[in-house]
């Protein structure tokens, strides 16, 4: 197989794989709007920080937010692990949670609510640059 044939089918599988990823951006967004929608908002307080370990062995913090839904405390723990922490203990934050199921709670904001979508953007665009490199990597 020539090197032009190799690159041609690189390009082609890269160009693929980035039809994939749009497709499962575009769902994990349509996802996130359905549950935005749906959702009901509350006030929610950080009550800690809970600690994470990377894969450095470093350790990254997590917020834990009680808030009330449906006249019941609850708490929820947040998805984006920082360091050094986004909240402090005593931050107001707001929650937004489902109705039928307040258990699904989410701290409302872009990278919690979107972060899913986001990643599929982020390797979308890699995928796609790499296609392109690679199909005029053989045209050339």
């Known amino acids: 197989m020539s090197e032009h044939t190799l690159l041609i089918l690189l390009s082609a599988a890269f ?10 951006g575009a769902v994990s967004f349509v996802r996130a709007r359905r549950f935005l929608r749906g959702a009901a908002q509350t006030v929610g307080v950080v009550v800690a920080n809970a600690t994470a370990r990377n894969s450095d062995d470093g350790v990254t913090y997590v917020p834990v937010v009680s808030f009330a839904a449906k006249n019941e405390p609850r708490s929820l ?32 904001s872009v990278w919690e609510i979107y972060h899913n979508a986001l990643l599929f953007l982020f390797f979308d665009a890699a995928a796609f640059i790499t296609a392109a490199v690679l199909y005029y990597a053989a045209r050339h």
């Open 77 to 108: 723990i947040g998805k984006t692990a920082t360091d050094p922490p986004v909240y402090t203990i005593g931050d107001r934050v707001t929650v937004c949670f489902s109705p039928e199921n307040p258990s699904d709670a989410k701290i409302y």
């Open 15 to 24: 160009a693929l794989t980035t039809v994939g990823l749009l497709i499962g």
